[in-house]
């Protein structure tokens, strides 16, 4: 309880600024200051995200809330903060799954999968992840420039798979575990097809066929291997097994 003659605070009783004024508000903040030496970056992100959130806490059924939660999520992608850029992101198409900017989140939350992602010799749960969100707006999405933009990185993904398996198929193969690394060879020609990994899966695949006396189906994979990639290294190396004709 105040004291006798005590004035209260004037925020406590006072209007809250429209959703319009702090929308402005929160950009405001974003814009001041900016990256300066040494790479400070000098705005206020937290400020802004607050300024975002109040949107959304006092006036939840405006666009300007709808705007907001896309700000934050913007906001903390420009920062690196991929896990709760992602976060926000995948709300928001889910929230609003008729909304135009949807393919827009979509594939802003597979960049920050990818931007999580690790080489192919590590844990690839975040490339999955990624590819996930891509194939989704891919799948949901066709005609949305998103999509096209997205098709590069699918591929770059998906190659990244691609080879992470071969990776775990050489190391089978020099544990002389040949049926386990046929099986990462042939997982690669009928899940990564088309990614320039073909060649090389056919000719290791030959090679563990070879070690496992399934000698007439090598001498079938390395004549495939002369016939379509005829003048390139592995057909050279693939010419070694073929049986010489009579």
């Not at 597979?110 to 690790?118: F, V």
């Not at 080489?119 to 999509?147: H, I, K, M």
């Not at 088309?194 to 079938?220: P, T």
Request: glycine residues 6%; charged residues 25%.
């Amino acid at each position: 309880m105040a004291c006798a003659g005590s004035t209260p605070d004037a925020e406590e009783f006072g209007e809250v600024p429209s959703a319009e004024e702090l929308y402005a508000e929160g950009n405001a903040k974003l814009e001041e200051g900016g990256i300066h030496f040494w790479f400070i970056d000098t705005r206020d992100h937290q400020g802004a995200i607050n300024t975002f959130q109040d949107i959304i806490d006092n006036y939840p059924y405006s666009d300007y809330a709808t705007l907001a939660e896309l700000r934050i999520a913007d906001t903390y992608y420009e920062q690196e903060l991929w896990e709760e850029a992602v976060s926000y992101y995948r709300d928001f198409s889910e929230l609003h799954p008729d909304h135009e900017k949807v393919p827009y989140t979509i594939l802003r939350a597979a960049l920050a999968y990818y931007h999580q992602s690790r080489p192919a010799n590590r844990d690839q749960t975040a490339t999955r992840q990624a590819l996930g969100q891509l194939e989704r707006l891919r799948s949901n999405y066709p005609q949305a420039a998103e999509s096209e933009e997205a098709d590069e990185l699918w591929r770059v993904l998906r190659t990244r798979l691609g080879t992470s398996v071969m990776n775990i198929g050489d190391f089978y193969m020099e544990r002389s575990e040949y049926r386990s690394a046929a099986d990462r060879f042939r997982s690669v020609l009928n899940e990564y097809p088309g990614l320039g990994l073909d060649a090389k899966a056919l000719f290791k695949l030959g090679l563990c066929y070879r070690e496992m006396n399934l000698n007439d189906e090598a001498a079938r994979i390395f004549q495939v291997i002369m016939e379509n990639y005829d003048g390139s290294e592995v057909a050279a190396a693939a010419q070694d097994y073929i049986p010489a004709s009579n």
